[in-house]
Structures are given as structure tokens and as C-alpha cells.
Nanobody, 125 residues
Framework: QLQLVESGGGLVQPGGSLTLSCAAS????????VGWFRQAPGKTREGVSC????????NSADSVKGRFTIAKDKSRNTVYLHMNSLLPEDTAVYYC??????????????????WGQGTQVSVSS
């Protein structure tokens, strides 16, 4: 069974850092693009960042460029989202998912499947 499990969320002060994990089981993440998305209360789901199969390329939303970094640990079959300089507007439930798209990864959630259950990130003083 293909499964993704997110973890690492929590409460952090503005300017702080968190690292989210997206652990895969039942399949090799290297065969898929992996995307991170977030959804704040009352808002639509937003693409945050993605990494292509075999980690050749990454892509990020303008709102997180320079602050968030996506990376993969092949030995752990896990993709990470390193989040720095967090802002209150980064507060959301963060999800990861996989894409089988032929081209490079995008932050369009319509291309993704096998969504995890999400992990809550709250940025507040």
C-alpha cells in the first residue's frame, strides 16, 4: 500500500524554523515527483515546493523562496521541507503528495495523489 506520513509540525515563534518530514512506505520516492502543499483555515490549498524524481530539480512558490528548502534523503525514503524565517502567514496544515507527471514537478495540486494526513504548523508569538 502506497502511504505518505507527514510529521514535524508544531508551534513556533515568528522568525523561527521547523523541518517537516514526508516518509514514504510501500514504494520508492525516487520514482515520483514529491510536492509539499499547505492549507490555511478558510483558504484553498496552496502549492509550496516540489522536488523531481531522482532529486534533479526543485520548484518553490514565490511566497517561500529563500526561506523554505525541499530535500530528499534516499536512504530514508523521506522528503523534508526545511522552513526558516517563518511568518504568521505560514500557519497552515502542511501535506505532501506524489506526482507521476512526465515533465518537471509543479506546485499544481491537481497533478498529485496519495496525500498524507497532514501536519499542523502554527507560527505565533
Amino acid at each position: 500500500q502506497l502511504q505518505l506520513v507527514e510529521s514535524g509540525g508544531g508551534l513556533v515563534q515568528p522568525g523561527g524554523s521547523l523541518t517537516l518530514s514526508c516518509a514514504a512506505s510501500g514504494f520508492d520516492l525516487d520514482y515520483y515527483h514529491v510536492g509539499w502543499f499547505r492549507q490555511a483555515p478558510g483558504k484553498t490549498r496552496e502549492g509550496v515546493s516540489c522536488i523531481t524524481r531522482r532529486s534533479s530539480l526543485t520548484n518553490s512558490a514565490d511566497s517561500v523562496k529563500g526561506r523554505f528548502t525541499i530535500a530528499k534523503d534516499k536512504s530514508r525514503n523521506t522528503v523534508y521541507l526545511h522552513m526558516n524565517s517563518l511568518l504568521p502567514e505560514d500557519t497552515a496544515v502542511y501535506y505532501c503528495a506524489i506526482s507521476s507527471a512526465i515533465d518537471g514537478c509543479s506546485t499544481n495540486d491537481l497533478e498529485y495523489k496519495n496525500w498524507g494526513q497532514g501536519t499542523q504548523v502554527s507560527v505565533s508569538s
